[in-house]
Structure formats: C-alpha cells, structure tokens
C-alpha cells in the first residue's frame, strides 16, 4: 500500500465502529494497478478480499476525471456479485490533483427498504379497509391544540400555569394589570364557565374570590364596549 495512505485505516476502522455491522468501508489504493487496488476493507458486506478489482464506477470516474472537480461523490446504487443491493458514496484521496486512492462506504440497505414496502403496502391495505383518501381533511377556523386531562382540576391547573407562563405565582407579585389580562384571556377562552374556576384563580393568585369576580365583570364591561 502506498504510504500516502497509511493514515486511513485507523479512520476507516473508527467510523466502521460507529456505523455499525450494516456499513461496509473499504480502501482503494490506485497508485500500483486497477487490478488488486483494494487494500482495505471493514464489514464485509460484498463477498470482496484485499487485492480485488477496482469497480467499474472507479474506472468511470478515472476516465471522466471527475475527481478533478469533486471531492466525492454520494448515493449511487451498487450491487454485489451475489446480487445484494447497496447504497455507496466515495470519498476521492488526492495528491496535487491526482487520484491515488478513495475511501468507499457502501451501506446495506436491504432491512430498510424491506421496511419501508412493508410499511407501504399496510399503508394501502388500511387506506382500502378505512376508505380513506388522499384528499384532506376539512379544516378548523382556528389554530388549536387539543390535550386530554383526566379531571377538571387538571385542566383548571394547566390552563393557569399557561396563562401565567409558567410562574411561580407565591414568589411573583404580579400587578393588577398583569392579573386583569390573565382574567381577560381566561374569561375569552370560557374557562370561567367551569365548576370552581373563580375559587382555583383566586387560590392561584393569592386573593379572595371576590376580587377575582370584579375582574371578570370589568372584562365584561371592555367586551360591551367593543
């Protein structure tokens, strides 16, 4: 192997670890021959040995002199000899411009897309079986987001910390205008017409239920005025 590539294996050996068993990464070595230039190879996925063959790809890319532009290429299809299909890119090693070696990733992507027919045809299958179509659905006035609570409490308390925006309302000492503008946005989504939110507002913002009874009927009175 030429010396100029001695640093590439121990890469080659890292990212085969972080790729896993389904990424093959192979060394070519074009300085000595097209005829045995593989002269590394981790993860074995196509049946091939050190001293293989260049691929037809690389005798593609040494005619076109595409390396003189890229740096690589990615994402082409590949098969083996046995007839598996893979997905390889080449990442082009150079010295002053001229090709001595590449650096191969060929990736095995047959459990994937394996997958992805499967999930495809189940997709058609439940289309079919629900009578659904591509058509979409017809749309709401308003943006909402819908969340499903367990109790009332839940919801009364959720609604609080939103409007609040989270704060620590025994610590934070909010001004009447920011309790007035809590009050207007709860009282315009009709969280006052369930059970016991006056009681659980007033609790929240540590004042009788009474106060909070006069802030929604100065809410009211802005809305009459509107």
Same mark, same amino acid.
């Given at each position: 192997m030429d010396a100029r590539l001695n640093p590439y294996p121990p890469l080659i050996d890292f990212f085969a670890k972080v790729m896993g068993k389904e990424t093959e990464i192979v060394l070519q070595d074009f300085t000595e021959g097209l005829d045995h230039s593989l002269v590394y190879i981790k993860n074995n996925l196509s049946g091939r040995q050190v001293g293989a063959p260049a691929t037809d790809l690389i005798l593609e890319i040494l005619q076109s002199k595409v %390396?003189? !532009? !890229?740096? %690589? #290429? #990615?994402? %082409? +299809?590949? +098969?083996? &000899? &046995?007839? @598996? !299909?893979? %997905? $390889? $890119? $080449?990442?082009?090693? @150079?010295d002053e411009g001229q090709l001595i070696g590449a650096i191969c990733v060929n990736v095995d992507k047959t459990k994937l897309l394996a997958l992805k027919n499967l999930f495809e045809s189940t997709l058609i299958s439940l289309k079919e079986s629900l009578q659904l179509t591509d058509e979409p659905a017809e749309q709401i006035s308003f943006s909402a987001i819908e969340n499903f609570y367990e109790t009332a409490d839940q919801l009364i308390e959720d609604i609080i910390i939103r409007e609040t925006q989270g704060k620590d309302l025994t610590k934070h000492r909010m001004t009447r205008t920011e309790k007035i503008a809590i009050v207007r946005s709860l009282y315009k989504k009709g969280f006052f017409d369930f059970k016991d939110s006056v009681s659980k507002t007033a609790e929240a913002f540590r004042m009788s239920e009474v106060s909070i009874y006069k802030y929604i009927q100065q809410v009211k009175q802005e809305e009459s005025q509107e």
């Open positions: %390396y003189l !532009e !890229e740096d %690589y #290429v #990615v994402n %082409y +299809r590949t +098969r083996t &000899a &046995a007839g @598996k !299909e893979m %997905y $390889s $890119s $080449s990442y082009f090693i @150079k």
